[in-house]
């Protein structure tokens, strides 16, 4: 079995012998098609007897309705909303995946602490100091990221649910319009998100493919990790 | 790890355990201040109206673990830091904090978080300009402690950390580790020691000089309402000179 494993710290009052289950992570950005995928996923890992267990950012109830109250109101600043969403990545981890994975779960997460990273650094954040912060993070089994490029998400987001204030940058007023902010806020996050690959080595699939092919790369992909042991 | 502050106004902040008189003592320095004319911002611990649900809701569901508390502890410090303490700063305002930074690094490695991992987290913030650190024996804030209060309350007390089923032993076991933490940041940080065991004016006493100290030859933001009430200080007489000033030239601008 893989040694456990932090990118820093972890928790010091809590040791962690073993986990059975693996922590499968895709990355991306907005609207890449992230959840499609991983209800695909979670299908056929059923479907061949696996227990699935998923995942995704602000899905802590003890962090949800406060951090959906804050972004109704526009009223968080860059390291606020950082901090916070960092108590929501903690409360997960410790208290959904982490035991979902001493279960033998295979975990789906919707997006890692790196997104959290490319947001808040593409807001002005220190990059190196938003690393630390995740000093407590389990490396996760796989990361794949899915990578695509600004026309693509714009062909999805207009066949799709449309341009929204938060995936546009709105915040952050990168244009002085939906478009033009999306455009240039997205392929800042890309930016991140490339040089994240590097740094962490993540698995990089070409999100610019039809589903059915990108899914069947992932289940190529996800089948040889289990056989690797 | 911190930085020196490199702001206009001054920061001075008191530290201590639950108990050790820190409240009172920089309430009665925060209306001295006052009084004597100077721009004065208090802040407390765990005041965020933003980050207050979350932690009320964490509190009574006991959701907390050590990493998820000091993670929002953190975020309750930044929205404060960002919203308030920064502008206050920036502005040139003497800014007092009850607890700060320091708190964090007592309790939360009293939890068993890394002592690294939780300075990374608030080294935005800068050094303080002076660190006051309330100091009183484990049975006397205990005694504070208990007397005031009908009930010592869950996190408070470290029950989290399962260290006794006993609400009042398990409170002196955390707060003694705290009080270790804090002893060994006395030196990391540079802080003035108070005996909080000491009479109340004694210590307000030993306050004040401490603080005129760090406000020598401080020009800071000048009071729009400005009366002398003890004394005229040579700061206190330049910040009334630009106070005219500047009612002067709004006057003028007016017209």
């Known amino acids: ?229 | 790890m911190l930085q020196q502050n490199p702001y206009r106004g001054k920061l001075i902040v008191v530290e201590g355990i639950d108990g050790s008189g820190k409240s009172t003592q920089i309430d009665l320095l925060y209306k001295w201040l006052q009084t004597r004319g100077i721009s004065v911002y208090f802040s407390e611990w765990n005041s965020s109206e933003l980050v207050k649900s979350t932690t009320r809701l964490a509190k009574k569901e006991h959701m907390f673990t050590p990493t998820s508390f000091s993670l929002l502890q953190a975020t309750d410090f930044a929205d404060r830091w960002e919203n308030h303490i920064l502008p206050m700063l920036k502005a040139g305002v003497v800014v007092l904090a009850d607890r700060y930074a320091f708190t964090a690094f007592a309790r939360d490695v009293a939890r068993g978080v890394d002592p690294t991992w939780v300075r990374n987290l608030y080294s935005f913030a800068p050094l303080p300009d002076k660190v006051i650190y309330f100091r009183v024996p484990l049975d006397v804030a205990v005694e504070r402690i208990t007397s005031a209060r009908a009930r010592i309350k869950y996190y408070e007390a470290g029950m989290d950390l399962g260290l006794s089923d006993d609400r009042i032993t398990s409170f002196r076991l955390f707060q003694q580790r705290i009080i270790d933490e804090y002893d060994g940041m006395v030196s990391e940080y540079g802080m003035t020691l108070v005996d909080g065991t000491q009479s109340v004016e004694k210590q307000q006493k030993r306050v004040r000089e401490l603080v005129k100290q760090v406000l020598k030859g401080f020009e800071g933001l000048p009071h729009p309402r400005f009366r002398v009430r003890l004394g005229k200080s040579k700061a206190v007489k330049q910040a009334k000179s630009e106070a005219a000033a500047l009612d002067k030239n709004a006057e003028m601008g007016d017209g």
């Open chain 1, 1 to 229: 079995m893989k040694k456990v494993q932090f990118y820093g710290a972890g928790f010091p009052y809590d040791s962690i012998k073993d986990l059975p289950g693996k922590l499968i992570v895709l990355e991306g950005t907005d609207g890449v098609g992230r959840s499609t995928q991983i209800q695909l996923l979670r299908s056929w890992l059923e479907d061949e007897g696996y227990a699935v267990s998923d995942t995704g950012l602000r899905r802590s109830p003890m962090t949800q309705p406060g951090l959906d109250k804050a972004k109704t109101g526009h009223t968080l600043s860059r390291l606020t909303t950082s901090l916070f969403y960092a108590t929501d990545f903690a409360d997960r981890l410790e208290n959904q995946i982490i035991p979902a994975l001493k279960a033998g779960f295979y975990v789906l997460s919707d997006r890692y602490f790196y997104s959290i990273i490319a947001r808040d650094v593409v807001r002005g954040v220190n990059p190196a100091w938003a690393r630390k912060v995740y000093g407590f993070a389990l490396r996760p089994d796989a990361v794949f990221y899915l990578k695509t490029d600004v026309e693509h998400l714009v062909t999805r987001m207009v066949h799709g649910r449309g341009f929204n204030y938060w995936e546009a940058g709105m915040d952050i007023r990168c244009a002085d319009n939906l478009y033009d902010s999306f455009c240039v806020y997205q392929s800042q996050l890309i930016q991140q998100f490339d040089q994240m690959a590097e740094e962490y080595g993540f698995t990089t699939i070409d999100a610019c493919r039809p589903i059915k092919t990108i899914f069947e790369d992932l289940r190529g992909q996800i089948k040889a990790l289990s056989k690797e042991e």
